[in-house]
């Protein structure tokens, strides 16, 4: 299948928590943001009353998404600020959290009361990657491509390994917590659109998901635009991490559309890979999915750029993901970012206000 005539488009979607600047814990401050912001239309509410979501217009280029992800977290970091709250890139609440926190709206209203042992923690932060293809049978074909490549997104993603002040022990603590909903899965090999409706039907029809919004594959086709939409990443601390992962999913998809073959994985392995690389992100031993055994996991995450190489030069991206992988690795994922200002922290608020500063690239003290 030839590349000819696609655009890869790209948006980014990303979620933020709001935080209480005294003692770490979450802040039920976003209605009143959300009502300052109402002029901003690509700044909405989420699940819960301490979350912001943020949606970047469509992007052709990188520098694009860069701008735009960077203009939507000033935006919400100063009205977070003028309403006497942090606003911070985690994948769960750092501090502790409160029950009375759900946002107060219909559909919301539901899905506590279908999914209420799963609703107290759900106030969890990803970042969602959308990339832009002509047609959702394409798009089916490209999830099954993705499959056996999820896992070195998330371990180049991690960044929620603070829960209630202390280490959890993950490094994407974010991951275990989702994928307790009944539809968080990675996507099957679907030949076809219809195959893939067939699917959302009936996981509707089974009480799995509420709608189709509500359909949590690690990667689906759009139920609201004309994307694959990959939804394995926590919310990267910094705006570069972002940027990388956008990269790298935007050259899986046009890898995927274009190849006459796509390698294959069984979901045992696929499984196994999710949870060392959201237990150790990049500091540790993976799975190598189509052996089955421990790999280096940067080794890992350079087979999937060795896969994605020829359509990064397409689309230019090389050399973004190129210095993106470089800071990464100089600096390490948002998880051992978070694990050293935590340990530099005298107090929960002087670290919330680190993650803070780190969310818009500000020196710490």
Do not use: K
Not at 34 to 40: K, T
Not at 91 to 115: C, H, K, N, S, V
Not at 138 to 150: H, K, S, T
């Amino acid at each position: 299948m030839a590349l000819d005539g696609m655009n890869f488009t790209l948006g980014v979607e990303e979620e933020f928590v709001l935080l209480d600047p005294m003692d770490g814990s979450v802040a039920l401050r976003a209605p009143d943001l959300l009502e300052n912001l109402a002029l901003e239309p690509d700044v909405t509410g989420e699940l819960m009353r301490f979350q912001i979501e943020t949606a970047t217009g469509i992007c052709h280029g990188l520098d694009e998404v860069r701008s735009d992800l960077t203009r939507l977290r000033q935006i919400v970091a100063a009205a977070a600020e003028d309403d006497g709250c942090l606003m911070v890139a985690a994948g769960i609440p750092p501090g502790d959290l409160r029950r009375d926190a759900l946002t107060p709206e219909p559909r919301y209203r539901r899905l506590a009361q279908a999914f209420p042992d799963l609703i107290d923690d759900a106030g969890t932060c990803a970042c969602h990657v959308h990339v832009g293809l002509p047609s959702r049978d394409i798009g089916a074909r490209v999830l099954a491509g993705l499959r056996p490549w999820l896992a070195p997104l998330l371990a180049i993603s991690v960044n929620s390994p603070v829960e209630h002040g202390a280490d959890s022990g993950w490094s994407s603590r974010r991951f275990p917590i989702w994928d307790r909903w009944p539809t968080a899965r990675p996507p099957d090999e679907w030949p076809g659109a219809a195959a893939y409706d067939l699917s959302v039907r009936e996981a509707l029809c089974h009480g799995a998901a509420l709608d189709t919004a509500g359909v949590y594959f690690y990667a689906r086709l759009s139920p609201r635009h004309p994307t694959v939409e990959v939804r394995i990443a926590d919310v990267c601390l910094a705006v570069d991490d972002a940027v990388l992962l956008a990269a790298l999913v935007r050259g899986l998809v046009a890898t995927c559309a274009g190849a006459a073959r796509l390698p294959r994985a069984r979901g045992s392995r696929i499984g196994a890979a999710l949870t060392a690389a959201a237990r150790r992100g990049l500091d540790g031993p993976g799975i190598d999915v189509f052996t089955g055994g421990e790999a280096d996991q940067r080794e890992l995450l350079g087979e999937l750029v060795a896969f994605i190489r020829p359509a990064l030069d397409s689309v230019g991206d090389t050399e973004d993901v190129e210095r993106g992988l470089d800071s990464l690795f100089e600096h390490g994922t948002g998880a051992a970012r978070q694990r050293r200002l935590l340990a530099e922290a005298a107090s929960p608020g002087e670290f919330a206000a680190d993650l803070a500063h780190a969310t818009m690239n500000v020196p710490t003290r």
